[in-house]
């Protein structure tokens, strides 16, 4: 067993029920931060330092700040909080826990059938070698991927234009 | 027993060089700006006016540290202490000799800077949010959308260094630049990283988040004395760390005849460091919309045109 592994993935979870059960969006979002770091850490403790980077460039460095910068936006207030005070009074969580729990279920049946070695560390895979592979055997996923973005792309600036203006 | 110590004390040592740096940098700033600006600035406490930091920092120190009964407080207290750690923790990464650095071999080292430099937005947004103030909030969503725009151009002017080094440890980029270094070959790469370094670190003339003729002094509008403090360090430890990055990685880090690989990195980052002053002191602010179009609309395309030109460039040379 390896203790700082453990330990990362105690914090990644402790900091994901928080951020569940925040009413305060802002504070949610900062735990879901806390949570992502403990995952790079736990990819880097398992010897995937370029994956632990991407996950804290992309999603703590840019998606969640992005998040962050709505919720500025629309900045809301105390009668929000007490709406979301509400939605945890009775059954609510009843539904979304057991439809997690079965998730749960399923995921370690999975990984106690299959032979990889699950938590270990393995030898650390470098930058080159990642590349290597993208751009090798799942070439194919990279070009979809870039479809997908493009799409992405072409679609944000059809909704940025500017209505009955030149440009 | 050496193995332990050693470590430690670089950390210890790189940590207050860095916070010694930053607040030198203050008075630096204040004396050239008074070079620049045809007086003389201050000069009365101390030798050349000297212990002005000290004066400065005794201040700042015993200035009542007051938080506004509207702010959000456990976001509010932790808002600088995120942007001080962000900036400081880039440094562990920064080869500033061959034998000094904390962990300049790391070989997703770059990677781990703009990890960072992510996560040091947080502190200016967070800030804005928490202070429940609208020119604090306003300066909070410039910062926002700026810092996040120039990482990207940022990260893709850089990606030219990594092809031609072939590396994402900046030790190993510092080495590839024995011969030649990457500002002849990368110039255009060079110019785009400093112009986002200065976006990045939001200072003048790109300093929107706290433009005071605008919107107060944008998001450390409700902060004082300490925690007002730490927003200053960071933002002159950051113009460190910018100084530092583009010596690194293109004027050939700690390489240079006759004198010591430290002087010559010194020399770098402090003249690097008086560039930045005097931007300040020569270059009016633009538009917020005005910098936001020409990052998008200049920056982008440049920085994507300097990345297939390298690529071709490499593919050429290694003869495929």
Redesign the interface.
Known sequence: MNIVLELYGLIAIGATALAITRT?P??GL?YL?VSLLAL?CMFDELGA??A???E??VY???II??F??V???I?LGQPDQLREKGWFAGGAWIGPGVIAALLMGLLVYGTQRSTMAVGTAGT?I???QVGLTLYGPYILTVELSSFLLLAGLVSAYHIGRRIGGKS | MMSIIWPILVIVVTVFGVLGVAAVSTMLERRLLGVFQDRPGPNRVGPFGLFQVIADAMKMLFKQDWIPPFADKPVFLIAPIIGFLAVLLCFGVVPITPIWSVAGNLNVGLLFIFGMLGLGVYSVVLAGWSSNNKYALLGGMRAAAQMISYEVFMGLSVMGVVMAAGSFSIRDIVDAQTNCWFIIPQFLGAVIFFLAGVAETHRLPFDFPEGENEIGAGFHTEYSGMKFGMFYLAEYAGVALSSALVTTLYLGGWHGPLLPPFLWFAIKVFLLICFYILLRAALPRPRYDQLMSFGWKVLLPLSLLNILVTGAVVLLRAGV
């Open positions: 305060i802002v504070h900062l931060v790079a330092p370029f632990a980077m991407l804290i460039i703590a460095g840019a700040v992005l962050v910068f919720v500025m936006m900045n650390p470098g930058p080159q």
